[in-house]
């Protein structure tokens, strides 16, 4: 290991305004003059080719256009000049190609401060299709007569109150609130939203005053910063909007969740619930004899009379559970204790991956659920998690995969079939990690630094809920023989795959001595980070209950990769 | 370049603006005129820049880096490329103001230019002006634009119409010359009657047409206000708005007011060197430090800030963030304030940096 003193000097390189040209003239606001511009690097350095990004520039009426085809739909006619606009786009994905950034920037050899012209061309140009990009006019082709169908208006004494009039447009599939005399109510995330995409304006509204109402709806629209200093009064609306904003860039559908203001609702369900917990443990009658037999004689089970591993674990699943339950009250006891250190967090948004079925009146169960967070702020401890899981609701289909694949056997009757072994038809009751890392309770916390958010998802699980494990032909198992690679067969494989790796998990945690009552996995889902880099972090977070007291036990494990969101967008 | 800047800058001006102890680490330096300064809005806890103008002035001349977070115009669905507003961290506020580039001004829901859109008469009238202006100027790029675009793909024929009466001269010269008989003139009437109906149809559809098109208009939400100066007497002054921002940044979370204060002179030094910044939560740092403009370049440097004297830098995490910051193509940087006498509350300071990497034998 090194430990250098002061290394930062090393990489200490100048800010890129030491460049005479660019002190003396800051990159130029106008088209016409930023061409000029790039000529002129292109001289100094020779050899290089230039682009001419006046040909290229972004038409802004062309956009706007583009984006009302996608808002209303009507004005079709000027969208024939499709060509420029893929042009644009290209352009613009120049930049975020991870291929133009380089290690670090070459210097002048005479003077240490001043960048090259290789990279000052460079850095100029990149800055001027970054300011071009962001100079391009927000707004949208209306029709004056019918001004109302895009506009927002807000109540100028109460900023709370935001409504459309004449609601119309695609995004109130997924948007807005419509009331019976057919005004559109938004929150503020969403009328900032569609301002800021430029899809509808914002205007001032005044609910006494009607003659005050005709100056503003003559008035230009209100700025993107009004806007912001109308519905953002603090970091956490700002952090709420950042969340909200880039999910809904992503093509998600993101609704406020009951809990937006701040009231938190009731727990919706206990998380160690004794009735649900054992359901999965039902004994054979063979199974129910022999222990019977077991416990009336005094004598051990007789294991050798079980015939099979179902028997026998369901068997010792039954004399685990008198065990388990007087933890299981201590651990509800102390959730009801209503501690005065934890601290409530509140459920922010409900999250549904795009759907072209989806209803806003009456929404399926959310994909996810999404709580905020300050990156500076602690983590919740414990039994404030334990709380907003157990207020969460996410719909446990989310990962499951397409009813496509093969319908499961019935898990109880594997005796008769035990001779007939055939690897590739894996009949004994596996975990299905589904099920362990994906239920109902479930939760996602967006953890937001400035503007970059990572996701990440907790999820509760109950080991003793799946009930018994386990693999008759441990035995005797061999790796499966490789077939013609139809697509079944991959699936197949896939899914033999995934059991193997869940007995890894398991296989620590001996089955028959299995006293976990609950646990608490975690994995990432998705990160759409804004500057394309993408955080991955897959941990198992698992709580052991020893006694009275939680204990959290971190440890990471790899990642598997598998891409959260099919969505299309 | 820079430093020329700064020496420009504390010449200017020595006033020095020290009424609150607890901020005078921050606001140490000398500020330069009120008019030079840029206006930057703070709006309760955060700070967020619209104006492109500002931008360029503040990402160029000084090396801000900041970070955009709105939806793009252009590209209203991706996440990769951001538009306005232009968020800058805590801690480039405070470099600004410390070195006195920018004023900070209060933006509320308040505002004295909502309060102009609302209730000044003359200033909505302009506005109202401004905008039918500015739409008319809309339509007639737009018009010239669509005249182009057809002459482009030959839809209108440039001078079909000129021809078409010139032939129509000719028709009447031809028939001027010649001896006018009255089947002729009927002939010409009815050509002539028909014509006018002609003309005036057209005239109409193309009246129609145009109010049509007239209605048809860019809509443009403007992204930002002219300036709006806030800070009067019932405001919150300068200092007070600084001292607000840091407790609201320190509220509620991990970190505390000293070790914020570390973490700014550890940005205050690696950007007098030439660095540039950005918030480290990617990497596990409070920033990470790139050569240049991230625009252009990879970062280098995932930087932590301590406490030089009481704080422990933890072997363990010496090991990890060595460990990490190699993995990732970095080097972990940790640094502190260090002074020439200990105990002396005035003596110089300094900051030491280390910079650890994974060797591996």
Redesign the interface.
């Known amino acids: ?9 090393q ?8 460049t005479p040209e ?2 003396s003239e ?2 130029s ?1 106008s088209i016409s003059s930023s061409n000029l511009r790039y000529s002129l690097n292109s001289r100094s350095s020779a050899g290089l080719v230039t682009i001419d990004s006046g040909s290229n520039l ?1 038409s ?2 062309t ?2 256009i583009q ?1 009302l085809s996608l808002g209303n739909g009507n ?1 079709e006619e000027f969208s024939d ?1 499709s060509d420029e606009e893929l042009q ?2 290209s352009l ?1 994905n120049n ?2 190609k991870k291929g ?6 070459l210097l002048t050899d005479n003077d240490k ?1 001043t ?1 090259s012209a290789y ?1 000052q061309n ?2 100029n140009k ?2 001027n299709l ?2 071009q ?13 019918n ?1 109302k169908a ?1 506009t927002i208006f807000v109540n ?1 004494d109460n ?1 709370n109150d935001i409504f459309m009039l004449q609601p119309k447009g695609k995004f109130l599939e997924t948007m807005g609130f419509i009331d019976n005399q057919n005004i559109c109510h938004f929150g503020f995330e969403e009328a900032l ?1 569609l ?4 899809s509808c ?2 205007k ?1 509204w005044d609910n006494e005053n009607d003659s005050k109402n005709e ?1 503003f709806e ?13 519905f ?4 956490e609306q ?1 952090n709420q909007y ?1 969340v909200y ?2 999910l809904k ?3 998600y559908i993101i609704n406020r969740n009951d809990e937006f203001n701040g009231i938190i609702s009731k727990r919706k369900r206990k998380l160690f619930d004794e009735d649900t917990l054992f359901k999965n443990i039902e004994m054979s009658r063979w199974t129910k004899f022999l222990s019977s037999i077991s416990s009336i004689f005094n004598i051990s089970f007789p294991y050798k009379l079980a015939f099979s591993y179902f028997n026998i674990f369901t068997y010792m699943r039954s004399t685990l559970k008198p065990q388990s339950l007087p933890k299981l009250k201590n651990v509800n006891n102390e959730l009801t204790l209503n501690n005065k250190s934890c601290k409530e967090f509140k459920i922010s948004f409900n999250i549904w991956k795009p759907s072209p079925n989806f209803k806003k009146k009456n929404p399926p169960l959310p994909d996810y659920q999404i709580t905020i967070f ?5 983590l919740p401890n414990y039994f404030e998690l334990q709380s907003l899981l157990e207020r969460s609701n996410s719909n446990p289909d989310t990962y499951k995969p397409k009813p496509k694949v093969r319908k499961n056997k019935p898990n109880k009757v594997p005796d008769n079939k035990a001779k007939k072994l055939d690897i590739s038809w894996d009949y004994a009751k596996g975990i299905n990690m589904e099920n362990l890392k994906y239920n109902q309770n479930r939760i996602t916390l967006a ?1 937001v ?4 958010i ?1 996701f990440i998802t907790l999820s509760h699980c109950n080991f003793v809920q799946e009930g018994p494990v386990w693999r008759d032909h441990w035995v005797t198992w061999k790796p499966p023989v490789k077939k013609k690679s139809t697509r079944n067969n991959f699936k197949r494989n896939e899914k033999f795959k995934d059991k193997k790796s869940n007995e890894d998990i398991i296989g620590k945690e001996n089955p028959s001595k299995d006293i976990n009552n609950g646990d608490i996995s975690e994995n990432k889902i998705l990160t ?6 993408k ?1 991955e972090s897959n941990l198992l977070i698992s709580n052991i209950l020893n006694g009275e007291e939680g204990n959290l036990i971190t440890s990471t494990k790899s990642s598997e990769n598998k891409p959260p969101n099919s969505a299309h ?1 | ?2 430093n020329k800047n700064l020496t420009k800058l504390n010449s200017s001006n020595n006033i020095a603006r020290r009424s609150s102890p607890l901020i005078q680490e921050i606001v140490s330096e000398d500020n330069i005129n009120d008019d030079d300064r840029i206006p930057i ?1 703070i ?4 700070v ?1 820049i ?1 104006n ?2 500002d ?3 503040l ?5 801000i880096v900041g ?19 232009w ?1 800058l ?1 805590i801690y480039e506020t405070l470099w600004l103001y410390n070195k006195g580039i920018v004023k900070l001004v209060l ?3 308040n ?1 004295k ?2 309060d102009k ?2 209730n000044d008469e003359n200033y ?1 009238g302009e ?2 002006n ?2 039918s202006n ?1 739409l008319d100027k809309w339509r007639n790029e ?1 018009q010239r ?1 669509i005249e182009e ?1 057809m002459k482009r793909l030959n839809i209108i024929r440039p001078n079909k119409n000129k021809l078409h009466i010139k032939s129509l001269d000719n028709l009447k010269m031809k028939t001027n010359s010649s001896s006018m008989t009255d089947l002729q003139q009927v002939v010409e009437d009815n050509q002539r009657k028909e014509k006018a109906i002609k003309d005036a149809k057209l005239e109409e559809r193309e009246i129609e047409e145009r109010s049509k098109r ?12 002219e300036f709006i100066d806030n800070n009067n007497d019932q405001y919150l002054n300068e200092e007070q708005l600084i001292e607000q921002l840091i407790n ?3 509220e ?4 505390n007011r000293d070790q914020l204060i570390n973490n700014y002179q550890m940005f205050k030094y ?1 950007k007098s ?4 910044m950005l ?1 480290g ?2 990497f596990g740092g409070i920033f990470v ?1 790139y ?3 991230p ?4 970062a ?2 995932i930087i932590n800030s301590l406490d030089y004297y009481n704080d422990d830098i933890n072997l363990k995490k010496l090991c990890n963030r ?1 460990r990490l910051a190699t993995g990732v193509r970095k ?1 972990w ?1 940790v640094g502190g304030i260090v002074k020439e006498d200990k105990e002396d509350k005035d003596s110089t300071e300094s900051m ?8 591996g034998f």
């Open positions: 290991m090194n430990i250098e003193n002061n290394s930062t000097n990489n200490g390189s100048p800010i890129t305004d030491s660019s002190a800051p990159i606001e972004p802004r009426e956009s706007a984006k004005l000049d644009d786009w613009l930049i975020s133009i950034k380089d290690l670090e920037p401060y960048l990279d460079k850095l990149a800055r970054r300011f990009a962001l100079e391009s006019k927000r707004g949208a082709i209306v029709n004056l007569d001004l895009s100028k900023y939203y301002v800021e995409r430029g304006m914002l001032f100056i003559r008035m230009p629209p209100l700025s993107l910063q009004a806007a912001y200093s109308i953002i009064k603090n970091e700002l950042m904003s880039i860039r992503d093509g300050k990156a500076n702020q602690k953890i630094d400035n503007i970059t990572n759409p980070v804004p500057t394309n880099k955080i967008f | 370049m820079e809005y709006n309760g806890d955060h967020l619209f492109l103008q931008m360029k002035k990402s160029i001349e000084y090396g970070q955009l977070s709105g939806t793009l115009p252009l590209a209203p669905q991706q996440n990769s490329l951001l538009g306005f507003p968020r961290t933006l509320n829901e505002n230019q909502l859109i609302l909505q506005m109202i401004k905008l500015k737009k634009e675009q007239n209605k048809i208009v860019f809509m443009e939400t403007p992204t930002y206000d609201k940044e320190i509620d979370c991990t970190i690696l060197k030439g660095l540039m918030p939560m990617r430090s050569p240049g403009d625009l252009r370049y990879h280098h440097q060595g080097v940087v030491k940096c280390f910079s650890i990497e994974w060797a």
